[in-house]
């Protein structure tokens, strides 16, 4: 069992900046990619960012791309979500996944294990 947990969700203004942080416990020696979807009120859970544990391929959506960066913490399983720039449309609860697989990790299928979420509120 894996559990994937999130925190560094807030309150900030717009232009500002957090970072998300994800921890994996458990028996996580399957888990080779992590990554952040979000979703807000009344919206469909999206993808976010990817990136495979070895740091050799990384994703953005459209809408985060030169203002958000995954990265690999210096623990084994540990991953960030560096958010700078932010929008009042990057409002949602944030969610980190996980899984064993290094292909289609824009999708949400392609993740085994998903944490509860962190809120992120951007005001305007």
């Known amino acids: 069992q894996v559990q994937l947990v999130e925190s560094g969700g807030g309150l900030v203004e717009t232009g500002g900046s957090l970072r998300l942080s994800c921890a994996a416990s458990?028996?996580?020696?399957?888990?080779?990619?992590f990554g952040w979807y979000r979703q807000a009120p009344g919206k469909q859970r999206g993808f976010v960012a990817a990136?495979?544990?070895?740091?050799?391929?990384?994703y953005y959506a459209d809408s985060v791309k030169g203002r958000f960066t995954i990265s690999r913490g210096n623990a084994k399983n540990t991953v960030y979500l560096q958010m700078n720039n932010l929008k009042p449309e990057d409002t949602a609860v944030y969610y980190c996944?996980?899984?064993?697989?290094?292909?289609?990790?824009?999708?949400?299928?392609?993740?085994?294990?998903w944490g509860q979420g962190t809120q992120v509120t951007v005001s305007s």
């Open positions: 458990g028996s996580a020696f399957d888990i080779i990619s």
């Open positions: 996944a996980a899984g064993p697989t290094s292909r289609g990790l824009t999708n949400r299928g392609s993740y085994d294990y």
């Open positions: 990136i495979k544990w070895s740091g050799s391929s990384i």
